[in-house]
């Protein structure tokens, strides 16, 4: 499955302002950005997350997907460390 596949999907599924996914070979990173993780826990924003790939993970197309997930307030302050290359 291609990265750019996998962001469309997210920002169809769920308000997001950024969205980066890396990777190859069915293991994927996620960076997602916004305001709908703010009242979240960890585990809820991952949910939030893996509900719109989820037949992807079934059919084995995302086997690993590393999820940081974001605020845009905290996002800018952590930007410039986590910035995929």
Known sequence: MDPKEIEVRLKDAID???????????????????EVFADLSRVKQQQLIYAPLQDKIADGSIHALTIKAYTPEKWRREKLLNMPN
Do not use: D, M
């Not at 997001?16 to 070979?25: A, D, F, I, R, S």
């Open 16 to 34: 997001l302002t950024e969205v980066y996914v890396t990777g190859e070979n069915s293991h994927y990173q996620v960076i997602a950005v916004g």
